[in-house]
């Protein structure tokens, strides 16, 4: 009798360590493991840096953290920080998960991937959301520049008109340069305003937080265009949907053989959830690899090509009115022209960091997230300029 009650006396141990074991997941949730896979996965956004990421968790608030990165010029990385630390949607979306994100859990846990592919993709509207904010300020600074100098050929058609030496007709003409550069100056300004208010949304701040200073550049354009190579493949093995997709359809395949008209209906419409993700992905890994190359090839020719052609065009005209051989008008003309040129350069770069990013979504084995770049006033610019 004693040998058959040893194995009951001995449960309550068992289940006392079981119960210790069950909840020895660390207080934080368990991020630690997700912000390395997070990190691994946007490294080509974040650049070569020592410091880790930080996920808001139970016990880790951020509030240090974040003030300290909200002191320096607000850059594409820091954008990222501040949205993985401080989002309250990245919050919400975690602690639905809530225990199942633990570091107990295998990497391949459902939860986990849930968890890891929402972080991964609010990484990646930060930094969107910033490429956005920095270019519409930039746009706004250059069509500043173009309203100024629309208002010096106005003021000075002014007094050439009292002085008889231009027509009524030329002055109409530069009134209304002016009046269009003005509105394109408001529309950017907006843009700016609204892909400031649209950063600030997705990192989730207020108050005082709102008063950050952006920095005033995007990266530079690469010297030659990102290498694409075997961009397929590596979203393919990248995005965990489909391999939970190719997973269950092996499962099912590997533990029944269909013999009935169903379960082989069954099977085909398995196997269709596989190739209609691997379709999709591979679709992406295409269209986001062509999309980069064309915003390279763009960008690149607008700052090596365009842009340097017109200032020397610029330089020119100023040599030739100082030599009394052009108009200042044509000089002033070819001011706007220039400044149209140098803000189409901007855009194109903006265009080429949302591209780059699109392909890191891919990488990261998530789908790529549409973002309208925010109207800057451009398209005012250059219907300004057609019309002289």
Known sequence: ????????????????????????????GGVQVLQTEVQSRLSALLGPTATPLRIASPTFAGADELAKVL?????????????????????????????????????????????????????????????????????????????????????????MVRAGNVSRL????????????????????????AAREQLIRVLGLWGAQTG??????????????????????????????????????????????????????????????VRVQAVLVRSEAREAAYNLRTQWDMAHHLQTEVVPLRQFIHDELTLRYNGMLTSVFEVMSDSRTRTLSSLAAAEALRDYWLAFADVQAVLAGVSPEGSAPARTGATAGSDAKAAH
């Open 1 to 28: 009798m004693t040998r058959m009650y040893q194995p009951l006396r001995a449960l309550p141990l068992a289940l006392a360590l079981l119960f210790t074991q069950a909840h020895a997941a660390p207080l934080d």
């Open 170 to 193: 030329t002055q109409a003409q530069s009134q209304a340069t002016l009046s269009e550069a003005a509105v394109a100056l408001a529309r950017g300004e907006q843009a700016a305003f």
């Open 212 to 273: 950050f200073t952006l920095a005033t550049t995007l990266p530079s354009l690469p010297a030659s265009p990102t290498d694409t190579t075997d961009l397929e493949a590596r979203a393919l093995a990248a995005r965990s949907s489909l391999q939970a997709e190719r997973l269950s359809w092996q499962r099912k395949q590997a533990s029944t053989v269909p013999s009935s008209i169903d379960e082989r209906w069954d099977a085909l419409g398995d196997a269709a959830k």
């Open 71 to 159: 002191q320096a010029p607000l850059d594409g990385p820091a954008a990222m920080r501040i949205a993985l630390l401080h989002s309250p949607e990245l919050q919400m979306a975690l602690g639905a998960e809530g225990s199942n994100i633990t570091d107990m859990q295998s990497s391949g846990f459902p939860a986990r991937l849930r968890a890891r592919d929402e972080a991964t993709r609010l990484a990646l509207r930060a930094y969107k959301a910033w490429v956005n904010a920095v270019a519409a300020e930039r746009s706004a600074q250059l069509l500043r520049e173009a309203k100024t100098t629309a208002e010096t050929a106005d003021e000075l058609t002014r007094r």
